[in-house]
T-cell receptor, first 115, second 117 residues
């Protein structure tokens, strides 16, 4: 079984500063993917970044980077130079390679960026 | 490339009715997954279809069903609606689900917000 834990229900960050959103996971799959999604108040889930369990390097996508520590089973999202438009709910999710199409989501972290 | 589309965007139904939601995946994507999002339970996986076959299923009662057509468009149906079925229903598409060891990204549609009165 897979489980995702996001321990920060809400976070505040000052505009232009960096922020780290925590995510720990538990999976029995030897091969898996880890994802971060952003959900604004409109409801749409926006894909941000992906990390494969066999990837040697941490994933980066523009201002988003993933601090992947496999031994600790953590996959924290780092957002650099926060913008007001980053205010949203952020979800960490995992999918095992043997569990097609099934993302397991954490409870989410609400991020508010202050001007 | 057009994104994932879902129709309708909003629905209001009464208890006991049934509802059908539609999802058109990104062109070329053959895997469609459905999720239910509620404030209490969060995001939960309903089922996944690939090439018109249900490949994976979550822990939902049989009132929740789905299907996929030859053009990869998918529908989900909820029969005998209950108040607790009020939720945002999201569908997501991906190219195949997995490719060897790599898990492929899922891209979500805007969702259908269902209210059951």
């Amino acid at each position: 079984a897979q489980k995702i834990t996001q321990t920060q229900p809400g976070m505040f960050v000052q505009e232009k500063e960096a922020v780290t959103l925590d995510c720990t996971y538990d999976t029995s799959d030897p091969s898996y993917g880890l994802f971060w999604y952003k959900q604004p108040s409109s409801g749409e889930m926006i894909f941000l970044i992906y990390q494969g369990s066999y990837d040697q390097q941490n994933a980066t996508e523009g201002r988003y980077s993933l601090n992947f520590q496999k031994a600790r089973k953590s996959a924290n999202l780092v957002i650099s130079a926060s913008q007001l438009g980053d205010s949203a709910m952020y979800f960490c999710a995992s999918q095992g390679s043997s569990n097609t199409g099934k993302l397991i989501f954490g409870q989410g972290t609400t991020l508010q960026v202050k001007p | 490339k057009a994104g994932v589309t879902q129709t309708p965007r909003y629905l209001i139904k009464t208890r006991g009715q049934q509802v059908t939601l539609s999802c058109s995946p990104i062109s070329g994507h053959r895997s469609v997954s459905w999720y239910q999002q509620t404030p209490g339970q969060g995001l939960q996986f309903l089922f996944e279809y690939f090439s018109e076959t249900q490949r994976n299923k979550g822990n939902f009662p049989g009132r929740f069903s789905g299907r996929q057509f030859s053009n990869s468009r998918s529908e989900m149906n909820v029969s005998t609606l209950e108040l607790g079925d009020s939720a945002l229903y999201l569908c997501a598409s991906s190219s195949s689900g997995t490719s060897g060891r790599r898990v492929n990204e899922q891209f979500f549609g805007p969702g259908t917000r269902l209210t059951v009165l």
